[in-house]
């Protein structure tokens, strides 16, 4: 009886404990079409290998839109009315030379004008005493040429006072253009001479600027018109100014050793000023084109690196892969992807831990 009784409990106990088994739930992770959707995705690229190369360089004006500013005249420098930094305006007052050849010109005028005056009143008067009989045509032919050439004269008197423009106290310096005076090589009773080869001011346009990068031999061959560069300074580190190589001086500075680049770079708000330092670092391309994905979508795992690699709606898997090279934020591969394949890029950690289990 006891014997049954076992055997019935036992019966019993086998059935409930496969009915336990049959219903245990899958536990197993799996990858859900809502999931993916859910997810950064960073489809690869083929792209030219690049490298970074950091170089220092300045700041330097567009000389499109920089004026050197001469005398035409000699005479005394008075009244400076600006100093090197100031903003000027088109043509606005920078200073005023006291000059004996600017008298010289007004007097020219002056003459030129009254031996116009008289050269008319001759013409007209010949005229007259043309049509009385009294002159020949060959007097006629005279006063019109006297008068024709007093006229040229009174014209190119003027024309010299217009251009050595003058305001009563003497010639003017005015600015030609918009912009800042990034030189000065004037001061109050300066003695100054047309023919000296100093100039006095410079006037720079400086919502444009160039930046002149210095290139190492070592460098020369990676550097090409066209690459992009990013440029930090001393005075703003955190602000980068980002453009490109526009022209490569081809000629190697006996002193320094190198070779400069140049970079336009549009200047809002005028911070960059010539003489700055700057601190370039170019993307240079170093090698064949490579499938390249952002660095943030590989996982790093026993010395190896791995992509999750999205096969269709809700299969992914996991991908060992070889980097050939890092720049910034992104990833050159040399095995394991091809350009087109899709990887993650967002919470790839999570879903590798998951799939490897």
């Known amino acids: 009886m006891i014997y049954g009784l076992a055997a019935s409990l036992t019966i019993v106990a086998a059935g409930c404990t496969h009915h336990q088994q049959a219903e245990a739930p899958d536990v197993h992770f799996k990858v859900t079409d809502t999931l993916l959707r859910s997810l950064l995705v960073d489809t690869v690229k083929a792209a030219d290998a690049q490298s970074v190369i950091t170089l220092t360089g300045n700041v330097a004006p567009d000389e499109t839109k920089m004026i050197k500013i001469y005398p035409m005249v000699s005479g005394v420098a008075q009244s400076i009315k600006v100093q090197t930094g100031d903003r000027v305006s088109k043509g606005q007052l920078l200073a005023t030379l006291k000059s004996a050849e600017i008298a010289g010109y007004t007097r020219d005028l002056v003459a030129s004008q009254a031996d116009a005056r008289s050269a008319k009143r001759v013409l007209e008067s010949t005229e007259d005493l043309y049509k009385s009989g009294l002159a020949s045509g060959k007097d006629l032919e005279q006063a019109k040429a006297d008068y024709q ?209």
């Open 149 to 357: 050439k007093a006229v040229a004269e009174s014209s190119r008197a003027g024309s010299v006072l217009s251009i050595n423009k003058t305001n009563g106290k003497g010639y003017e310096i005015v600015s030609p253009l918009n912009g800042f005076v990034i030189e000065k090589n004037v001061t109050d009773d300066m003695q100054v001479r047309a023919d000296n080869t100093q100039n006095l001011f410079t006037i720079a346009d400086l919502s444009s600027v160039y930046v002149m990068v210095n290139m190492y031999e070592s460098d020369i061959a990676s550097v090409k018109v066209g690459d992009p560069v990013a440029i930090t300074t001393l005075a703003y580190p955190d602000k980068t100014f980002n453009g490109k190589i526009d022209k490569l001086v081809d000629m190697l500075d006996p002193d320094s050793k190198v070779m400069r680049a140049r970079v336009k770079i549009e200047n809002p708000g005028n911070l960059l000023t010539p003489g700055m330092f700057a601190n370039i670092k170019i993307k240079a391309k170093s090698g064949p084109q490579l499938p390249a994905i952002s660095a943030n979508a590989v996982v790093f795992d026993n010395d190896k690196n791995y992509v999750i690699v999205i096969d269709g709606p809700a299969k992914v898997h996991i991908q060992p892969i070889q980097i050939a090279k890092r720049v910034e934020d992104v990833a050159y591969v040399s095995k394991g992807l091809e350009p087109g394949q899709r990887v993650v890029a967002s919470r790839q950690v999570y879903l590798y831990e998951s799939l490897k289990d």
